[in-house]
């Protein structure tokens, strides 16, 4: 069972560039959302999902799209990179948030825009 | 606001001292309380989920209470392998996903 996979692990983008950080689960899991992870800043929600089809913004959705066509999969893309999207992104999926099984994590994408 | 603090920031402890990390959290309508460990280069793993006050849950040296306005991770005797961040979140109601705490540090000196 693979849980969540990230990839890629590492990226450098030049400032403006696009790019398509890769998200999927094989738990079937309903709810899937991406975060970010800067020094000092916690834990920050860029955008998440409820289902196939349906996606909404969280705390820092600038500068970042999300779609949500399969169950398995959710990319976010970079529309065009800046310094300040460095940082290292997670990817995490939960069956139904009513029944309040924790979050499964991935390893994270760190991503460096230079 | 749904908001999270933890303390303190970093805790540097000697193998085999029990101490407690502190979770302050403000919400509309908690569903739920979650503790996660992350270690260096790693994304969060899961360890608990309380849901009302007086909750209490356990694992190996790790227990985590709760009471309406905070909860706290108590370790017991740790050992260096204890070494990591832990993160407390909580679920807002509704379908909001978990807003995390920025997290407490913990060393663990041999």
């Given at each position: 069972n693979a849980g969540v996979t990230q990839t890629p692990k590492f990226q450098v983008l030049k400032t403006g560039q696009s790019m398509t950080l890769q998200c999927a689960q094989d738990m079937n899991h309903e709810?899937?959302?991406?975060?970010r992870q800067d020094p000092g800043m916690g834990l920050r929600l860029i955008h998440y999902s409820v289902g196939a089809g349906i996606t909404d913004q969280g705390?820092?959705?600038?500068?970042?799209?999300?779609?949500?066509?399969?169950?398995?999969?959710?990319?976010?893309?970079?529309?065009?990179?800046?310094?300040?999207?460095?940082?290292?992104y997670f990817c995490a999926?939960?069956?139904n948030e009513g029944t309040g099984g924790g979050y499964t994590f991935g390893s994270g994408t760190r991503l460096t825009v230079v | 606001e749904d908001q999270v603090t933890q303390s303190p920031e970093a805790?540097?402890?000697?193998?085999?001292?029990?101490?407690?990390?502190?979770?302050?959290?403000t919400v509309s309508g908690l569903r739920g309380?979650?503790?996660?460990?992350?270690?260096?280069?790693?994304?969060?793993?899961?360890?608990?989920?309380?849901y009302s006050a007086g909750e209490e849950k356990e694992k190996e040296?790790?227990?985590?209470?709760?009471?309406?306005?905070?909860?706290?991770?108590?370790?017991?005797?740790?050992?260096p392998e204890d070494s990591?961040?832990?993160?407390?979140?909580?679920?807002?109601?509704?379908?909001t996903p978990l807003v995390f705490g920025k997290g407490t540090r913990l060393s663990v000196i041999a």
């Amino acid at each position: 069972n693979a849980g969540v996979t990230q990839t890629p692990k590492f990226q450098v983008l030049k400032t403006g560039q696009s790019m398509t950080l890769q998200c999927a689960q094989d738990m079937n899991h309903e709810y899937m959302s991406w975060y970010r992870q800067d020094p000092g800043m916690g834990l920050r929600l860029i955008h998440y999902s409820v289902g196939a089809g349906i996606t909404d913004q969280g705390e820092v959705p600038n500068g970042y799209n999300v779609s949500r066509s399969t169950t398995e999969d959710f990319p976010l893309r970079l529309l065009s990179a800046a310094p300040s999207q460095t940082s290292v992104y997670f990817c995490a999926s939960s069956s139904n948030e009513g029944t309040g099984g924790g979050y499964t994590f991935g390893s994270g994408t760190r991503l460096t825009v230079v | 606001e749904d908001q999270v603090t933890q303390s303190p920031e970093a805790l540097r402890l000697q193998e085999g001292e029990s101490s407690s990390l502190n979770c302050s959290y403000t919400v509309s309508g908690l569903r739920g309380l979650f503790w996660y460990r992350q270690d260096p280069g790693k994304g969060p793993e899961f360890l608990f989920t309380l849901y009302s006050a007086g909750e209490e849950k356990e694992k190996e040296r790790l227990k985590a209470t709760l009471t309406k306005k905070e909860s706290f991770l108590h370790i017991t005797a740790p050992k260096p392998e204890d070494s990591a961040t832990y993160l407390c979140a909580v679920r807002p109601s509704g379908n909001t996903p978990l807003v995390f705490g920025k997290g407490t540090r913990l060393s663990v000196i041999a």
